[in-house]
C-alpha cells in the first residue's frame, strides 16, 4: 500500500533524487527553441517551393502523433483536413496534396510506410523527424522536406510543422517563440525549489493524493491536453485517473456517493479513493462549453466532488494547450514524488 508524504515535495534529498525528470520538464521551452532553430532553413525552402505552386488541394497529417495536428487545424484550415494515423494513406492522395508527418525518434515503421507511400504518390511530402532515422530515409524525394529534429520532443516536433503551416497560411498563429515563453512561465511557477504554498503543481499533487481523477477539458486542444494529463497520473501513481468529454465524465461523477461528514478517512486502510474532477480551462468562450462547465461543476458540488482547475492565459491556442500539458505533468510528477510505499 502506497500513502502520500507531502513534506518529500519541498525535500532536498527527494527532489535531487528526481532531478533527471523534472530537469526534463524544465527544459521544454528550451527544446522548442532550439528544434525552430534548427529547422529554420528547411522551413524557409518548404514555404518557398509551397509559394509556388497551387494551394493544395488537401492536407494529411500522417503517423501516430497527427491527432494533435487535427486538434489544432480542423477548426482552422482553410483546405480539407485529414489526420491518418496508420501505416497507409487515404486512396484518393496523390501529387495535389500535402502530407505533413510527426515522427519524433523516426523509428517507427508504419510512419516510414506511410511516408514512402506519400514519395511514391508524387505527394508534397513535410517531415519532422530525426536527419538520421528510418523515416528520413523512407522520406527522400523530389517534392519532400525534413525538418531535422534533435530532441525527439513530440510537442517541439509538432511546433516546428506548425510554425510551418503558419508561414504558408495553412495554420493558425503557432509562435515557436511564444510557446516557449508559456512553458518558461510554467517551469518558473512549478519549479521543485518553489515552497509548496505557492508552486500550483505542488498544491495540485496534494489535492490528487486522496483522489481518482476526472480530466476535463471543454476545446479540442484542452480536451487533448486533458487525455495527456491523464495518462501521466496513470504513469505517475498507478491509479486510474479518467479523461473525456462531459457525456463521459458525468455519470462518473453522479454515481459518486455522496460524502458523509462522519465517514472515518482511517477506516479500511484509509477510506476509499474519491473522483476529483480536474478542469482544465484554457480561455475558450463558447456558450456550450461554458453550459457544460456548469453542468459538471454543479453536480461535483451536489456530491461533495472536489473541483480543481488548471488554467493557462497565453497568446495562442498552441500556446495555451502547451501551458496546461505542462502543469499537469508537472502535478504528475509531484505525485509520483509524494507517494511512498508502506
Not at 518548404?46 to 487535427?70: F, H, M, T, Y
Not at 477539458?217 to 487533448?224: D, Q, T
Request: aromatic share 4%; net charge negative; hydrophobic share 45%.
Amino acid at each position: 500500500m502506497s500513502w502520500f508524504d507531502e513534506s518529500r515535495l519541498d525535500d532536498e534529498t527527494a527532489i535531487g533524487a528526481a532531478d533527471l525528470r523534472f530537469r526534463t520538464l524544465a527544459e521544454s521551452g528550451s527544446r522548442v527553441r532550439r528544434e525552430c532553430i534548427d529547422a529554420a532553413e528547411a522551413i524557409r525552402e518548404a514555404v518557398g517551393r509551397l509559394q509556388e505552386q497551387a494551394r493544395p488541394r488537401a492536407i494529411i497529417a500522417a503517423g501516430p502523433d497527427s491527432r494533435l495536428l487535427r486538434a489544432v487545424l480542423e477548426p482552422w484550415c482553410p483546405v480539407p483536413f485529414v489526420a491518418w494515423p496508420g501505416p497507409a494513406l487515404p486512396g484518393w492522395a496523390g501529387s495535389l496534396d500535402l502530407v505533413v508527418v510527426l515522427a519524433p525518434d523516426g523509428a517507427d515503421s508504419g510512419t516510414a510506410s506511410a511516408v514512402a507511400e506519400a514519395v511514391r504518390r508524387g505527394c508534397q511530402v513535410v517531415v519532422a523527424c530525426p536527419p538520421t532515422s528510418m523515416v528520413a530515409d523512407h522520406a527522400a524525394g523530389r517534392w519532400s522536406t525534413i525538418f531535422p529534429i534533435a530532441t525527439q520532443d513530440p510537442l517541439a516536433t509538432a511546433v516546428v510543422v506548425l510554425s510551418f503551416l503558419d508561414q504558408v497560411r495553412l495554420g493558425p498563429s503557432a509562435d515557436p517563440e511564444g510557446v516557449a515563453t508559456a512553458l518558461d512561465d510554467v517551469a518558473i511557477s512549478c519549479s521543485p525549489f518553489r515552497d509548496l504554498s505557492i508552486n500550483p503543481a505542488k498544491m495540485l499533487a496534494i489535492a490528487l493524493a486522496d483522489a481518482n481523477p476526472l480530466v476535463w477539458g471543454g476545446s479540442v486542444l484542452a480536451a487533448r491536453a486533458a487525455r495527456r494529463v491523464a495518462e501521466s497520473i496513470r504513469r505517475a501513481s498507478g491509479r486510474t485517473a479518467i479523461a473525456g468529454d462531459v457525456d463521459q465524465v458525468l455519470p462518473v461523477i453522479e454515481a459518486t456517493r455522496p460524502r458523509d461528514v462522519f465517514d472515518d478517512p482511517f477506516a479500511d486502510g484509509g477510506g476509499e479513493l474519491r473522483p476529483t474532477l480536474l478542469v482544465l480551462d484554457d480561455g475558450n468562450e463558447d456558450p456550450v462549453l461554458g453550459e457544460h462547465r456548469r453542468r459538471l461543476e454543479d453536480t461535483a458540488a451536489a456530491r461533495g466532488v472536489r473541483v480543481e482547475m488548471l488554467t493557462a492565459e497565453a497568446p495562442s491556442e498552441v500556446a495555451r494547450y502547451a501551458s496546461l500539458l505542462l502543469q499537469g505533468t508537472w502535478a504528475a510528477e509531484y505525485l509520483r514524488l509524494g507517494l511512498v510505499d508502506d
